[in-house]
T-cell receptor, first 113, second 111 residues
Framework: KQEVTQIPAALSVPEGENLVLNCSFTDSAIYNLQWFRQDPGKGLTSLLLIQSSQREQTSGRLNASLDKSSGRSTLYIAASQPGDSATYLCASYSGGGADGLTFGKGTHLIIQP | DTAVSQTPKYLVTQMGNDKSIKCEQNLGHDTMYWYKQDSKKFLKIMFSYNNKELIINETVPNRFSPKSPDKAHLNLHINSLELGDSAVYFC??????????FGSGTRLTVV
C-alpha cells in the first residue's frame, strides 16, 4: 500500500529565500504526482501535476521534480514571499480503485516578512 | 465560475441526526470523489464514483453513502451522526492523467 511522506513537517524562512519541500513515496508504480496548496480553513489548490513520464514541471516561481525510481519528488519555491505561507501537500496517484490519491501529511510553510 | 462547489461550507449538528453535503462540478469530469480531512489534517479518500462504478474505501462506515443524481453531482449523505464524524469533507473531480480538482470543503461539527 502506497505511503507518502513529506519532510519537513514545518518550515519557517525569511522572505526572499529559495526553498525545497520534499516528498517521498514507497511504491514507484505511480501514474502521476500532484502538489497542492492549502490555506487555513480553505480547500486545496492544485499547483503542479507531474505525469510519470515527466521529470519536472514549472509554474512561475514553482518547480516540481519527479524521480520515480527513487520514489522522490521535490517542490522548489524561488524567491519566497509571505503570500506563499500555507500548507503544501503532495499526493500520488497509482491508478483506479478505492485508493484515489494518497496524500502526505503536508509541510506547513511560514515565510517571515 | 467555481469548478467544484460544495454546500454548505459549515455544518453544525447534533449526534444522531442525518445530514447531507452537496457537491457539483462543471468541469465535465467523469469521476467524482469524497475525501475526509481529520483533525490532524490528514486527507483520505472515502469514495470514488463515476456513472459506472462506485468504489468505497473499506474503512468508511456504512452510515456514509454517496448519491449521484447525474454526472455533475455527487452528494454525501450521513446517517446517525457521531462525534467522531466531525471533520472537513472535500469533494473532488477528475483524476487519472488530468489531476484532481478539489472543492473548498465542508466543515462538519457534531455536538
Amino acid at each position: 500500500k502506497q505511503e507518502v511522506t513529506q519532510i519537513p513537517a514545518a518550515l519557517s524562512v525569511p522572505e526572499g529565500e529559495n526553498l525545497v519541500l520534499n516528498c517521498s513515496f514507497t511504491d514507484s508504480a505511480i501514474y502521476n504526482l500532484q502538489w497542492f496548496r492549502q490555506d487555513p480553513g480553505k480547500g486545496l489548490t492544485s499547483l503542479l501535476l507531474i505525469q510519470s513520464s515527466q521529470r519536472e514541471q514549472t509554474s512561475g516561481r514553482l518547480n516540481a521534480s519527479l524521480d520515480k525510481s527513487s520514489g522522490r519528488s521535490t517542490l522548489y519555491i524561488a524567491a519566497s514571499q509571505p503570500g506563499d505561507s500555507a500548507t503544501y501537500l503532495c499526493a500520488s496517484y497509482s491508478g483506479g480503485g478505492a485508493d484515489g490519491l494518497t496524500f502526505g501529511k503536508g509541510t506547513h510553510l511560514i515565510i517571515q516578512p | 465560475d467555481t469548478a467544484v462547489s460544495q454546500t454548505p461550507k459549515y455544518l453544525v449538528t447534533q449526534m444522531g441526526n442525518d445530514k447531507s453535503i452537496k457537491c457539483e462540478q462543471n468541469l465535465g469530469h467523469d469521476t467524482m470523489y469524497w475525501y475526509k480531512q481529520d483533525s490532524k489534517k490528514f486527507l483520505k479518500i472515502m469514495f470514488s464514483y463515476n456513472n459506472k462504478e462506485l468504489i468505497i474505501n473499506e474503512t468508511v462506515p456504512n452510515r456514509f453513502s454517496p448519491k449521484s443524481p447525474d454526472k455533475a453531482h455527487l452528494n454525501l449523505h450521513i446517517n446517525s451522526l457521531e462525534l467522531g464524524d466531525s471533520a472537513v469533507y472535500f469533494c473532488a473531480s477528475g483524476g487519472g492523467n488530468y489531476g484532481y480538482t478539489f472543492g473548498s470543503g465542508t466543515r462538519l461539527t457534531v455536538v
